[in-house]
């Protein structure tokens, strides 16, 4: 989680936007299920490891 507006020294968010000229909201709104069902998917291959 993180802020989305404030400065480009309080916020990584805006900080993207302002200095890299990218966009990160809209990174991980684009890519919410994909990186949601990777991390399930290491999770459970790190939680049934013997």
Do not use: H
Request: proline share 0%.
């Amino acid at each position: 989680m993180g802020n989305v507006s404030g400065s480009s020294t309080t916020s990584l968010f805006v900080f993207c936007k302002e200095v890299l000229d990218y966009d990160l909201v809209d990174f991980f709104q684009r890519n919410s299920e994909l990186i949601k069902k990777e991390m399930l998917t290491t999770l459970e291959i790190l939680l049934s490891a013997k």
